[in-house]
């Protein structure tokens, strides 16, 4: 690949999928999909612009997002399951008793 | 149009594809299916950046170990089959006005990639293999890499706290 442009729209395209994802859904693990779709996304960006500039960083980058994601994953999906616990549901609407 | 090219095509169709799934799918099992082949192809598409080390921990790391997570807890709740309150919204508005602001968000994105990329030279070739990044790892990255180690564990015990029952 000597150019990186369709790639960042590839990304581009990539993010506003997961973007939409998150705006639409109302379960909670649809909506911490769409967010890994976006992490996801942002990570190919990052790779395609350490290729543009003969950087190693941008790959290092990477590596440190997917620690910090998969460390992400390991608590959300706790709380998720802490949440079904009491309300027996994963929709997001179903959290609502902070309404006034 | 280079071989190179024509796979990413491929790929990225794929992706694209894999990514729509995920966002229409009815079934959270089929979504987790469709997030998987979304980050398999995306590896491709690192092979083809020169970055064959991330290409890896993607697939390790992202398409298997998070995703079995994913599976695993969809499973274990019986969540898949999802439930009426996601497929109809309560708010008439939301999903069109979202479906706005992702369009929105997408011109944007396109309009700063168009006016300011292009402008900058393509770079020499990088040594990108598993044997450079180590190295940079272990001495400019160091206390990042540590920190992450921290993190981990951090992660590790707050999981187990939160699932613990009381």
């Known amino acids: 690949m000597t150019s990186i442009e369709p790639v960042i729209l590839l990304s581009a395209v990539l993010f506003t999928i997961g973007v939409v994802g998150v705006l639409t859904r109302r379960n909670a693990l649809m909506i911490f999909m769409s967010v890994e779709l976006m992490l ?5 960006a990052f790779v395609a612009f350490a290729q543009q500039w003969g950087n190693l960083d941008g790959q290092l980058f990477v590596f440190f997002i997917m620690a910090v994601a998969a460390a992400e994953v390991a608590v959300g999906l706790a709380l998720i399951v802490a949440i079904f616990r009491t309300k027996r549901s994963t929709d997001v609407d179903e959290l609502s008793q902070l309404k006034g | 149009m280079s071989v190179e090219f024509f796979i990413f095509l491929m790929v990225a169709a794929v992706a694209v594809m894999a990514a729509l799934g995920l966002l229409l799918s009815r079934n959270a099992i089929y979504a987790a299916m469709f997030l998987i082949l979304n980050m398999a192809s995306v590896a491709v598409i690192y092979l083809l950046l020169n970055a064959p080390f991330i290409a890896a921990v993607q697939v390790a790391v992202y398409a ?4 079995v997570l994913f599976v695993f807890v969809i499973m ?10 996601d497929t109809k919204p309560a708010l008439k508005w939301q999903r ?13 994105l396109g309009a700063v990639m168009i006016t300011r990329l292009g402008v900058t030279p393509a770079a020499t070739l990088i040594d990108t293999s598993p044997l450079a990044i180590g190295k940079a790892l272990f001495t400019t990255y160091l206390l990042p890499f540590e920190v992450a180690s ?3 564990l951090a992660a590790v015990v707050g999981a187990v706290v939160l699932t613990k029952k009381s």
């Not at chain 1, 996801?40 to 190919?44: C, E, F, R, T, Y």
């Not at chain 2, 274990?76 to 309150?85: I, M, P, T, V």
């Not at chain 2, 069109?96 to 944007?108: C, E, K, Q, Y």
């Open chain 2, 96 to 108: 069109p006005l979202s479906i706005g602001l992702g369009m929105a968000l997408f011109v944007a």
């Open chain 1, 40 to 44: 996801n996304a942002a990570n190919l």
């Open chain 2, 64 to 67: 298997g170990a998070v995703m």
């Open chain 2, 76 to 85: 274990l709740l019986g969540a898949e089959k999802l439930s009426q309150a």
């Open chain 2, 150 to 152: 921290v993190l981990l």
